[in-house]
């Protein structure tokens, strides 16, 4: 996992309820991605964070999604009254830059939201 | 918004054969980063790509950048059973602030 750390791994929520998600990123990283990927596809991007900054959101859902990343403590992914399509698998991951672009981005194992 | 065509979607060999899987955009990519996920696992890096042309090698793995900048490729050579997994590409263009993925090629290795 690249040092990359989420939890928990597995995440059991009825509909309604709230999950969070929780990622620190590698050590001395100090910018999140998170993605998600629902059974059978690929990543789609939601959100990249700086420390109390949110770079780019252009992948959140409009209404009940939240993201953070605060000074102190791990990146937080909100999902509120979830619903069952939002039953998926959340990575996120530590993206490395250079010269103003980005060269890598290693990944957590994710968090397996399941909605019930 | 930006997408990445992958092909094949998914590809059924035999242990020992060579695999070559591609990535196509309309739009041009600064880096191209392939990635292979096992079940349950979060994406691992595999090679990451900088310069149009440019050619990388990780072990029997071999990825290109395209010249036109809007194109990559992944050989695998030899295939083994522990290469089964999904193989994701992923590009990055400075007019944003994401990594764009692939839908991904699922390889199954008959031993």
């Known amino acids: 996992n690249a040092g990359v750390m989420q939890n928990p791994r597995h995440l059991v929520r009825r509909r309604g309820q709230e999950a969070r998600l929780r990622c620190s990123p590698m050590k001395g990283h100090s910018h999140v991605y998170w993605y998600r990927q629902l059974p059978e596809e690929g990543l789609k991007f939601m959100v990249y964070?700086?420390?109390?900054?949110?770079?780019?959101e252009s992948g959140m859902p409009k209404e009940r999604f939240s993201a953070e990343f605060p000074k102190e403590g791990p990146s937080i992914l909100r999902i509120q009254q979830v619903v069952r399509g939002d039953s998926a698998a959340y990575f996120c991951?530590?993206?490395?830059?250079?010269?103003?672009?980005?060269?890598?981005?290693?990944f957590g194992q994710g968090t397996r939201l399941t909605v019930v | 918004g930006q997408q990445l065509n992958q092909s094949p979607q998914s590809m059924f060999i035999q242990e020992g054969e060579d695999v070559s899987m591609n990535c196509t955009s309309s739009?041009?990519?600064?880096?191209w980063l392939w990635y292979k996920q096992e079940p349950g696992e979060g994406p691992v890096l595999l090679i990451a790509?900088?310069?149009?042309?440019e050619l990388t090698s990780n072990g029997r793995l071999t990825a290109q950048f395209g010249i036109t900048r809007k194109d990559s490729f992944l050989n695998i050579s030899a295939s083994i059973p522990s290469d089964v997994g999904i193989y994701f590409c992923a590009g990055h263009n400075n007019a944003g602030n994401m990594l764009t993925f692939g839908g991904g090629t699922r390889l199954m290795v008959k031993p």
């Open positions: 991951a530590s993206p490395v830059s250079r010269a103003g672009g980005i060269t890598e981005a290693f």
């Open positions: 964070l700086q420390k109390e900054n949110i770079i780019d």
């Open positions: 739009s041009i990519f600064n880096t």
């Open positions: 790509l900088y310069k149009a042309g």
